[in-house]
């Protein structure tokens, strides 16, 4: 495609449910990147994904948080148990590895839990 | 904790004034690099400034870096209510990785 995308655009759900997030990066870009963003506060760096290289997960909450990305493009962001406090706009963005002169963000996913 | 810090964390000025912008980090970059996001969504770049360069400038964008201080501002001249967003920094470090750590942002105002 064109540019990132991600899926749903919004999610709504319940405390204790688990939700699927996607993300689709830009052909050819190596690496995949997933952060968080609380409402009027700065991108929290959650995972990165470089190549066939094991993914650097140091910026995981806790356990109820998991990533994987598939054929070294999509990537899905998986939060299980999910609690009011993991409500937040979730941002993918994907780069040329071998750059790393500019991230390209997808419109990103917000997640409500009620 | 994330690399960057920024401020002011909200600025508010007329259309036609300058605005500037500060980011302060903690360890050694490879480059850094200033985004906008309008709306609370997709971040968009605007210019990246490397280790080894002081001062850059795209269009009524003026970047500089000081690694000494490791400290970074962008100034926009001539701003216009266009200009209303959020502005934040972002490092890309040099220990072999190319994650980005992004700054606490500021948000701009113009008012028309």
């Known amino acids: 495609g064109a540019g990132v995308s991600q899926s749903p655009s919004n999610k709504v759900t319940e405390k204790g449910k688990d939700v699927e997030l996607r993300c689709d990066p830009i052909?050819?870009?190596?690496?995949l990147y997933w952060y968080r963003q609380s409402l009027g506060q700065g991108l929290e760096f959650l995972i990165y994904?470089?190549?066939?290289?094991?993914?650097?997960k140091s910026g995981l909450p806790s356990d109820r948080f998991s990533a994987e990305r598939t054929g070294g493009s999509v990537s899905t962001l998986t939060i299980q148990r999910t609690q009011q406090e993991d409500s937040a706009v979730y941002l993918c963005?994907?780069?040329?590895?071998?750059?790393?002169?500019?991230?390209?963000f997808g419109q990103g996913t917000r997640l409500t839990v009620v | 904790s994330q690399q960057g810090e920024e401020d002011p964390q909200a600025l508010s000025i007329q259309e036609g004034e300058n605005a500037t912008m500060n980011c302060s980090y903690k360890?050694?970059?490879?480059?850094l690099q200033w985004y906008r996001q309008n709306s609370g969504r997709g971040l968009v770049h605007l210019i990246l400034i490397r280790s080894n360069e002081r001062e850059k400038h795209s269009g009524r964008l003026r970047v500089t870096l000081d690694t000494s201080k490791k400290s970074s501002s962008l100034l926009i001249t001539a701003s216009r209510a266009a200009d209303t967003a959020s502005y934040f920094c972002?490092?890309?470090?040099?220990?072999?990785?190319?994650?980005?750590?992004f700054g606490t942002g500021t948000r701009l105002k113009v008012l028309a």
């Open positions: 972002a490092t890309v470090l040099t220990s072999g990785t190319y994650k980005y750590i």
């Open positions: 963005a994907s780069s040329l590895e071998v750059s790393a002169t500019e991230a390209f």
């Open positions: 360890t050694s970059i490879n480059n």
């Open positions: 052909s050819g870009h190596t690496a």
């Open positions: 994904f470089q190549g066939n290289s094991a993914p650097d």
